[in-house]
């Protein structure tokens, strides 16, 4: 089964303005199924096997000769020598739009390389999983808590969706095993994978909350310069992103380290060891929680809404808000996750106080709060606060 991506249009766009585009995403989010589909009479040739890695590195004019545009190339960062040829291939005509359709799953190291060869001939987009309303096209519903859990435990891996019948447990046994062998060697000199994987786990131990670098290399028995590095390789393979906390003008007060969110949730329940049984009852199910309306909102604001701004905000006195959103004049909202069906009305109480200090250090007078739960339809109550299911983020966003 082929489920939509929402973001088909904007690649689309983006070909049609730029002679190169680059689709980055971690492994397995479907670059090359989107693009082969999208860009159907380019020519296609994968770096992921060797003897072609070797050729676009060691011989790039013969490669090219080879591979004529338009062309799409899969998993570009194995021959980091071949971008400085295609600079010279998109300038000798450099009118042709959408020529060089190019995919890669390591993120710093292509944005380095665009940077020095192809600044101003190359869009880039990333592809993150399958949003909810595009995994909705599978046929899923959030009819009852065993269909959400099950939202949640198996991820957003398009695989997973458009056939339901694969085992996620394996799926991501396998993923894991993929990426620590192939990726992470690529990316860094560990010398015990071990020692790597169970800082993953570590990692996935604290999803949701704020970053501390020292509890983290404690609890691996590494160094804090190497926790940082390996965050780093997390980061550059597409495996968790950092959100930043809001900034403003309140002195010392703010918490400055960025949160941690994996960029799946399946792959985060793997390593905690979850199951969609005993979601319901686990003490971290509110943190999967919060990291999947994480990843529905920095995905809708990103494909739709990049001139907005995600944060979250946490002060010294506790004061705090999952999410805060800065949009155009000035408007912002202050959200909260929350694993509940119908959580109370004083639960807004926290985000009304964060809303307020906003208001006051930033001298914004539209302010809107609300929770992100498990609800099924969004509902407003009064002019500032809303229900928002998360299973219609977009919807919410849209307004």
């Known amino acids: 089964m082929w489920l939509e991506r929402e973001i088909s249009d904007r690649v689309l766009e983006l070909s049609r303005a730029f002679p190169a585009l680059i689709l980055t995403g971690a492994r397995q989010t479907g670059k090359t199924s989107l693009l082969r589909r999208l860009f159907p009479d380019h020519n296609y040739v994968s ?17 090219l000769a080879a591979h004529p545009p338009p062309v799409l190339i899969d998993e570009v960062q194995y021959a980091p020598g071949l971008f400085r040829h295609l600079k010279v291939a998109i300038d000798a005509n450099r009118e042709a739009r959408g020529q060089f359709i190019l995919t890669g799953s390591q993120r710093f190291t292509l944005m380095k390389e665009v940077s020095d060869s192809l600044a101003g001939r190359c869009a880039i987009v990333t592809l993150p999983g399958l949003t909810v309303r595009e995994i909705r096209s599978s046929g899923w519903a959030p009819t009852d808590l065993h269909a959400q859990a099950e939202l949640v435990v198996r991820g957003a891996f398009p695989e997973l969706w458009a056939d339901r019948s694969i085992p996620s447990r394996e799926f991501y046994q396998s993923y894991v095993a993929t990426y620590l062998e192939r990726d992470l060697r690529q990316l860094l000199r560990v010398g015990n994978l071990r020692d790597f994987e169970r800082f993953l786990r570590v990692c996935a131990a604290r999803a949701s909350q704020t970053l501390n670098k020292s509890e983290l290399a404690r609890d691996v028995g590494i160094s804090q310069t190497t926790a940082g590095e390996w965050l780093s390789a997390l980061e550059a393979s597409n495996q968790i992103i950092l959100l930043e906390p809001f900034f403003a003008n309140v002195g010392k007060r703010l918490v400055k380290s960025p949160k941690l969110y994996f960029c799946d949730t399946g792959l985060l329940s793997f390593l905690l060891g979850l199951t969609s049984e005993a979601l319901g009852t686990s003490p971290l199910t509110g943190a999967l929680w ?43 909202r202050v959200l909260d996750a929350k694993w509940s069906e119908d959580p109370p ?20 007078t539209e302010t809107e709060v609300g929770l992100i739960a498990r609800s099924t339809r969004n509902h407003r109550f009064g002019a500032r606060r809303t229900l928002i299911s998360a299973f219609d983020v977009a919807g919410y966003l849209s307004e």
């Open 47 to 63: 770096l992921d096997l060797r003897a072609s890695a070797e050729e676009a590195e060691e011989s790039p004019t013969s490669f």
């Open 290 to 332: 919060e990291n999947l309306v994480f990843l529905e909102l920095t995905t809708w604001l990103n494909y739709f809404r990049p001139e907005w701004t995600l944060w979250f905000y946490r002060d010294q006195q506790q004061r705090e808000a999952d999410f805060l959103i800065q949009g155009p004049w000035n408007r912002v």
């Open 345 to 364: 009305k004083q639960a807004f109480s926290s985000c009304e106080v964060v809303a307020g200090i906003v208001e006051r250090a930033r001298d914004i």
